[in-house]
């Protein structure tokens, strides 16, 4: 096992073709002290170790979406402590950002966050499925991280995809398991698969990411109340 710190991150991402500012180093800074603090009042995150943080957090957040054309409109479902939609706005300040969090505590973080980080991201306090009905495809890309497993996710986030956009899912280990659960709902909701990424942590944890591309609009129907979509997943 090798140490990851805030430089191997720089190193990391360089590699990747992207090299941070002073100001982009900073913003990371502060968003490791913000988490920190906020984390001993509320419950925000179980990784709370600075390294950690900077790998399974923001390095893990920005790795599968390294090459996308910029400027997008990415929309985060269930963003908790601001991952990965945060992480990707401070290294691709063009993209414009839309998260939907239902938990009030976690929009009064991210909007102090993004006060304190000068950035600038839209933040919608609604459950995924409500905000779906009315913002249908919409956006060039969505994703989601630690929110449901694929079938179910599936349902709130690539209604919002707008045709020929992209529905990235954050997987673990689970990923390729979740994914053959949700051929159907995947079909069923206008998208196919187009690149599985799997990359490894520095203590052995797996990462699967699944990029679906939306090659027709999803049908009226959907999404279905949340009730039914858990009951029932496509």
């Known amino acids: 096992m090798h140490i990851f710190d805030k430089e191997i991150f720089k190193k990391e991402l360089q590699k990747q073709g992207i090299t941070l500012t002073p100001k982009q180093e900073q913003q990371f800074k502060d968003y490791v002290a913000m988490l920190q ?3 001993q009042k509320m419950n925000l ?20 979406f390294v090459g996308m054309e910029e400027p997008i409109h990415l929309c985060d479902v269930g963003a908790g402590a601001g991952f990965p939609s945060i992480p990707l706005k401070i290294v691709f300040p063009k993209w414009k950002v839309t998260i ?10 991210l909007k102090a966050l993004g006060e304190a980080l000068s950035i600038d991201v839209t933040l919608k306090h609604m459950r995924g499925e409500d905000f ?3 913002h249908r495809e919409q956006f060039d890309l969505v994703t989601a991280r630690a929110v449901a497993n694929l079938p179910i996710l599936s349902e709130l986030c690539i209604p ?8 990235l899912a954050m997987k673990g280990a689970s990923g390729d398991d979740e994914a053959q659960h949700a051929t159907n709902a995947i079909q069923c909701l206008g998208c196919r698969l187009s690149k599985r990424m799997e990359t490894e942590l520095s203590d052995g944890s797996k990462r699967v990411n699944l990029i679906y591309e939306k090659v027709k609009k999803t049908p009226q129907q959907y999404p279905r109340a949340f009730s039914q979509i858990k009951k029932h997943p496509l």
């Open 100 to 109: 939907v969090e239902p938990l009030h505590k976690r929009i009064r973080f």
């Open 160 to 167: 919002l995809v707008k045709v020929n956009g992209i529905f």
């Open 45 to 64: 995150t179980a990784i709370t170790e600075e390294n950690a943080i900077y790998e399974k957090h923001f390095y893990d957040s920005i790795l599968p």
């Open 37 to 39: 603090e906020w984390n």
């Open 132 to 134: 779906a009905k009315q």
